[in-house]
């Protein structure tokens, strides 16, 4: 069984910066991808980002792709996602994901076996 649990997300003005944290509870944390997701009111979840079991492949979606990074230290289970000069349309709930039989290309979510509980992220403009 696999448990995710997001934090980090709040209020931030345009251009500012958040640093989302997901936390999971699992054994062998370094065989599973790690994914952050996002939905907005009224529109289909979306992939943000992918980092490989790895730790060396990154993959993102091209609307974050220079602002926002993934990154993962298997010594803690944690992967994160910081993100740096928000927009309102950032605006979301943002959602982790672990699959061990996906790669970080894999950007339809319904591919991806666990999920967190999201965590809502609000860009004021």
């Known amino acids: 069984q696999v448990q995710l649990v997001e934090s980090g997300g709040g209020l931030v003005q345009a251009g500012g910066s958040l640093r989302l944290s997901c936390a999971a509870s699992?054994?062998?944390?370094?065989?599973?991808?790690m994914g952050w997701f996002r939905q907005a009111p009224g529109k289909e979840r979306e992939f943000v980002a992918a980092v490989s079991w790895s730790v060396t492949n990154t993959y993102y979606a091209d609307s974050v792709k220079g602002r926002f990074t993934i990154s993962r230290d298997n010594a803690k289970n944690t992967v994160y996602l910081q993100m740096n000069s928000l927009k309102p349309e950032d605006t979301a709930v943002y959602y982790c994901?672990?699959?061990?039989?996906?790669?970080?290309?894999?950007?339809?979510?319904?591919?991806?076996?666990?999920w967190g509980q999201g965590t809502q992220v609000t860009v004021s403009s």
């Open positions: 994901a672990a699959d061990r039989n996906v790669g970080i290309t894999t950007i339809r979510g319904g591919l991806w076996h666990y």
């Open positions: 699992v054994r062998a944390f370094n065989t599973y991808t």
